[in-house]
């Protein structure tokens, strides 16, 4: 098993990627920390790994509240014993975020306090934790807007996760000779609530899937592959880096027909 005997918290856990990741996780021998806002989805979750023979432990987190973020480590530590991974995936892509022009401020400071300073207050919190545990690994969910101007816009979402790539490379070498690992992992669209309620038209659907070499929206699950590599030790020169999980659409300049 993949990840046996590690500890792994993961942040918006109740559905579409952390959901998936969780499930695999405990498939592969984790103890996990299902942490969300919504309660209900967020046990579902840790019943789904039970159920399975799984351990895992739901707690109710905000993660742009501080005191929430201690409190889910802390839970980590005082049910499991330690925190080995922490997935700080959790996000949200606002319905009225749109461009410069039109997105409200109210929008924009939302959109910061999950989406970035969500991700700051799990490492604040995370890393004096995986250090305790002799070191671990650090997995920030960012995206594929981070590293290319969307046609479609969302200029605090963008932004938030253009801050994410950024604050990982520098804990990634601030943390280094800790045995700490801090990696983004950087999805291209997925076929999840999450971006199926944004692109709710056929239009707006295809205007995004042209730009992808693949032709198709990614699955949840396959982010949660790529997670499971950079938790696992398999991953143990890996640090620092924006993990691309697009279908190509980075690399393309025109797409096939
Ligand atoms: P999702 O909406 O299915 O899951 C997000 C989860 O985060 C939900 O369970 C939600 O309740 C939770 N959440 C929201 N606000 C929270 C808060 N303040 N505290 C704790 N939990 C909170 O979406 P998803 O597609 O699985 O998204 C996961 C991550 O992947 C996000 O960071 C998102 O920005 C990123 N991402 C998604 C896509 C995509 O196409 N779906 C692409 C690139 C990046």
């Not at 300073?117 to 070191?135: D, E, H, S, T």
């Not at 707006?204 to 042209?210: A, E, F, H, I, S």
């Not at 699955?219 to 991953?235: G, I, N, R, V, Y």
Request: hydrophobic letters at 40%; aromatic letters at 6%.
């Amino acid at each position: 098993m993949r990840l046996q005997d590690k500890v792994a918290l993961i942040t918006g856990a109740a559905s579409g990627i952390g959901r998936e990741t969780a499930v695999l996780f405990a498939s592969e021998g984790a103890k996990v920390v299902v942490c969300d806002v919504n309660d209900e989805l967020g046990k579902e979750t840790a019943k789904l790994i039970e159920q399975q023979g799984g351990q895992a432990v739901y707690v109710h987190a905000d993660i742009s509240k501080a005191e929430d973020c201690k409190n889910m480590v802390d839970k980590a530590e005082s049910t499991f014993g330690r925190l080995n991974v922490m997935f700080n995936n959790a996000g949200i892509m606002h319905s009225s975020d749109d461009n410069a022009e039109t997105t409200e401020e109210s929008v924009w400071d939302l959109t910061m306090a999950i989406n970035l300073k969500g991700v700051f207050l799990g490492c604040k919190y995370g890393i004096p934790a995986l250090k305790r545990a002799g070191g671990g690994s650090i997995i920030n969910t960012a995206s594929f807007v981070a590293v290319l101007g969307a046609a479609t816009p969302q200029i605090a979402y963008t932004a938030s996760k253009g801050g994410v790539l950024a604050m990982t490379r520098e804990l990634a070498v601030v943390h280094a000779r800790e045995n700490i690992r801090v990696n983004s992992l950087c999805p291209g669209p997925l076929k999840t609530e999450l971006l199926m309620k944004f692109l709710d038209t056929d239009a707006k659907k295809q205007r995004r899937l042209v730009h992808v070499p693949m032709g198709r929206f990614g699955e949840a699950k396959e982010m949660a592959q790529a997670a499971l590599f950079l938790a696992s030790d398999e991953s143990s020169y890996v640090t620092g880096t924006d993990f691309m999980v697009d279908g190509g659409i980075k690399a393309a300049y025109v797409t096939p027909e």
